[in-house]
C-alpha cells in the first residue's frame, strides 16, 4: 500500500517537472506585455485560492498563533533569505517566488493530506493520481512565469508528499477537520502572502513563514489535552 503512494507521488512529481520545464521554454516567445498580464492574472488569482482556502477555518486565533510563532522561528533560521540566495546562484531572479508559491499549491491542501494518508493506508492513490494531472497543469503555467522555481518544487512534493505516505498510518489525525481545516487556513493566509508579493503590494517574506505548518498541528494537540 505504501509503494503505491510512493509510486504515485513520484508520478505527481514528475508532473511538476514536465509541465514546469515545458512552460519555462516556451516563455522565451512572449512578449513583454503578455507577461505582464499573465503575472496579474497569477497573483489575482493567487489570492483567490488563498482566501478560498482560509473559509473553513475552525479557529483564527490557532492560525495567528501558528503563523506568529512560525514566523519567528522562520526568521531566525532566514529561510527566505536562503530561498532567494539559491535562486541567485541559479541566475534565476524569480525562484524564491515560484518555489514558494508552487509548493505551497501543490502540498497545503486537502487533496495532498487526505490523498497521501488514504494512498498510504489502503493503497488507494487515485486522488493523488487527479492531483498530478492538476499540478502538471499549474506548473505549466507557473513555469512560465517562475522558471525553474516551480521545477525544484518537485523535490517539496517528493520529500514532503513521500513523508506523509511513508508515515500515513501515524498522521491520520491530520485528516480530522480539527486539524485539516486550520492547516489549511495557515496555508491559506501564506498563499495570500505570495499574492501580494506578486502583484508588487508588499514583500511578505513567506518562506519565513513555512515552520508554521508544523506549529499548527502541535497547537491544536496542546489545545485538545484541555
Do not use: C, H, W
Request: proline fraction near 2%; charged fraction near 10%.
Amino acid at each position: 500500500m505504501v509503494i503505491t503512494g510512493l509510486i504515485a507521488t513520484a508520478v505527481n512529481a514528475t508532473a511538476v517537472v514536465i509541465g514546469s520545464l515545458t512552460g519555462f521554454f516556451l516563455k522565451k516567445g512572449l512578449p513583454d506585455n503578455i507577461k505582464e498580464i499573465l503575472f496579474f492574472g497569477a497573483g489575482l488569482t493567487t489570492l483567490g485560492i488563498g482566501m478560498s482556502m482560509i473559509m473553513k477555518v475552525n479557529n483564527f486565533l490557532i492560525v495567528l498563533a501558528s503563523m506568529a510563532i512560525g514566523g519567528v522561528i522562520g526568521e531566525l533560521l532566514n529561510i527566505e533569505g536562503f530561498l532567494k540566495k539559491l535562486g541567485d546562484n541559479m541566475q534565476e531572479g524569480d525562484f524564491s517566488t515560484g518555489f514558494m508559491m508552487s509548493s505551497l499549491l501543490f502540498l497545503v491542501g486537502p487533496m495532498t493530506i487526505v490523498g497521501s494518508i488514504n494512498a498510504g493506508l489502503t493503497g488507494d492513490a487515485s486522488l493523488i493520481y487527479l492531483k498530478s494531472l492538476l499540478d502538471g497543469i499549474s506548473s505549466f503555467i507557473l513555469g512560465s512565469m517562475y522558471g525553474l522555481g516551480v521545477t525544484v518544487s518537485a523535490l517539496s512534493v517528493l520529500i514532503v508528499q513521500g513523508s506523509i505516505v511513508l508515515l500515513s498510518s501515524y498522521l491520520g489525525f491530520l485528516t480530522q477537520p480539527m486539524y485539516l481545516n486550520d492547516l489549511v487556513a495557515v496555508g491559506g493566509v501564506m498563499i495570500l502572502g505570495i499574492g501580494l508579493k506578486v502583484l508588487d503590494i508588499k514583500d511578505t517574506r513567506v518562506g519565513n513563514f513555512l515552520p508554521a505548518l508544523v506549529v499548527e498541528p502541535l497547537l491544536v494537540f496542546i489545545i485538545s489535552l484541555f
